[in-house]
């Protein structure tokens, strides 16, 4: 009995032109998306969505912070930690490198004393990548400091990741590219709808190994699938950018980004402010934005 999945002749054709030639061509390529996290503490909620193991991550923090608070238990501590933490959970073998700004205007003895600090809070933290005898890559955007050289250690321990060196099944690379295919069309697709249909044409076996090419690919940050509720597992995000817009329409600091006046107009301005003050809202508030 040959059991081999069906793989659609248009497909693998499609495939083979368009990436195999090229991939072999341009063997040396590389690319890197790159995500800029909300800081304030409102989208803490949202972070964990985007914390995946299969990413690389770079904390940047102001070095004057930490020289002008350096004996105590202060606000760039605590705030190194917080994130250090939570890439710690939720992805802790993925390389972190931590980057300092504004190194024109530090000396060498001031820098030597940021390194000492950094390593004597960081000890238990064994992500932290760094080359060299500092823990963390001095830099200056304005004077150019040390941009060269934290671009080549991002590639490098991008390359060197787990995730970048793992083999996936040729039968996988073709339902990526054409899920992926569908972004300029749509936002997410659905499983049981569109994307079983897909994995059948790509000669996947079935949901489970769909589900684990999904699960696979939301690791690397290529789309977004989330499986905490059976809602959610039926739903696969390929366009991240609508999800944040969805999201941060409700998740942000009210104190910054929301007029609650604007909704009186359309007798809602009590639900906004019943929802950032109290953690109550209604459906009509959640219907409008």
Request: aromatic letters at 10%.
């Amino acid at each position: 009995v040959n059991s081999t999945p069906k793989t659609s002749p248009a497909l693998v054709r499609e495939y083979r032109e368009e990436l195999i030639l090229d991939a072999l061509s341009q063997d040396d390529d590389f690319k890197l998306s790159f995500w800029d996290f909300g800081g304030q503490e409102a989208f803490y909620t949202m972070h964990h969505i985007f914390l995946t193991p299969g990413g690389l991550y770079v904390f940047v923090f102001d070095s004057r912070d930490i020289l002008n608070d350096i004996t105590t238990t202060s606000t760039w501590e605590r705030n190194m930690l917080f994130w250090l933490r939570s890439v710690r959970l939720h992805a802790p073998r993925a390389p972190v490198l931590l980057v300092g700004t504004f190194a024109s205007e530090l000396s060498v003895s001031e820098i030597s004393t940021i390194d000492n600090c950094l390593k004597r809070t960081l000890k238990t933290f064994t992500q932290i990548s760094s080359t060299g005898d500092l823990c963390y890559f001095p830099i200056d955007n304005k004077e150019h400091i040390g941009i060269k050289e934290l671009r080549h250690a991002v590639e490098k321990a991008a390359r060197e990741s787990e995730s970048s060196n793992s083999e996936v099944s040729a039968r996988w690379m073709l339902f990526l590219d054409e899920i992926l295919r569908q972004k300029s069309q749509k936002s997410y697709l659905l499983i049981d709808q569109e994307v079983v249909s897909i994995g059948e044409k790509a000669g996947l076996s079935g949901i489970l190994e769909m589900e684990a090419a999904l699960d696979f690919f939301h690791e690397l940050g290529f789309l977004i699938h989330i499986d905490s509720t059976a809602i959610l597992r039926n739903i696969v995000v390929i366009r991240p950018q609508w999800l944040l817009h969805g999201m941060s329409n409700l998740i942000r600091d009210s104190d910054v980004h929301v007029v609650f006046e604007k909704y009186e107009d359309v007798a809602l301005e009590e639900s906004a402010r019943s929802t950032y003050e109290t953690g109550i809202t209604t459906r009509q508030y959640l219907e409008h934005i």
